[in-house]
């Protein structure tokens, strides 16, 4: 069994999980802190960066986008039609384009801000940057969620899945990246109608039940965050 060194609110970590699931095969998690660059964690990473997973032989693979090019190329190949990258160049950059939209923009825009602030630094020590929540930080992350959703939403709305005609990495990018923001209660889901169709069809995915699953200390889910009907 593969290992994966992750945080459960991360959407990276989430969509190397993801992936890895609709693939069917399980991972060891090992949650990791990176605020506290253990020199276990940076003999992996001197980056002190998530995820890393430690693939056949323990040879660390860092980042999420990494990972996915390296499950593609030893699982993905194999699957077909249920292959999470497509062989079209053309299709397949689009897949690339959303994925770096979710994981990277919508990181930068919103769910790290979000996620620091409210998850985080309640949970770090003030020597590692922990404290009390930046209000104006959150407040910016808010305003910009609804721009993210809007476009989730004409996404959603004008193809069966994000990229396209069949599920793809660009579908585990949003599905992992909302599914953090809803754990938060910042999506106001019945603005976004086939944003909240999409999204409810990957929460019933076999692969997105250890998501629901997850907590973390500093903050509960809101109350619809388990529920398939929502």
């Known amino acids: 069994m593969l290992t ?25 998690l090992i949650e990791e ?4 660059r253990r020199k276990e964690f940076l003999t992996l990473n001197p980056a002190a ?11 660390p693979i860092v980042g999420a986008t990494v990972i996915a090019e390296y499950v593609d190329e030893t699982r993905g190949v194999l ?10 160049p053309l299709a397949r950059a689009e897949i690339r384009r959303l994925v770096d939209w979710y994981l990277v923009k919508t990181e930068a825009d919103v769910t790290r801000h979000l996620v620091r602030e409210r998850v985080l630094k309640p949970i770090m020590g003030s020597e590692y940057g922990g404290g009390a929540p930046d ?9 910009n969620v609804k721009q993210h959703l809007k476009y989730t939403n004409w996404l ?6 994000l990229a396209g ?8 990018a949003a599905a992992a990246t909302l599914s953090v923001l809803d754990y938060m209660g910042e999506v106001s889901w019945g603005d976004y109608p086939a944003a909240k169709d999409w999204y409810t069809r990957m929460k019933s995915r076999p692969s997105f039940r250890p998501l629901l ?3 973390v200390r500093a903050l509960s889910p809101v109350s619809h965050y388990a529920d398939l009907d929502f």
């Open 79 to 88: 699957k077909r039609d249920k292959r999470l990258f497509v062989e079209d």
């Open 165 to 172: 005609t069949r599920l793809t990495y660009a579908d585990m």
């Open 33 to 36: 802190k990176p605020w506290l």
């Open 135 to 143: 209000s104006t930080a959150i407040r910016a992350a808010r305003a």
């Open 49 to 59: 960066s998530l995820p890393v997973l430690l693939a056949e032989g323990d040879q």
């Open 213 to 215: 699953a997850d907590r």
């Open 4 to 28: 994966l060194f992750h945080h459960p609110l991360l959407p990276a970590c989430r969509f190397v999980r993801l992936s890895f699931g609709e693939y069917g095969e399980e991972l060891a």
């Open 156 to 161: 959603a709305g004008t193809r069966n899945w």
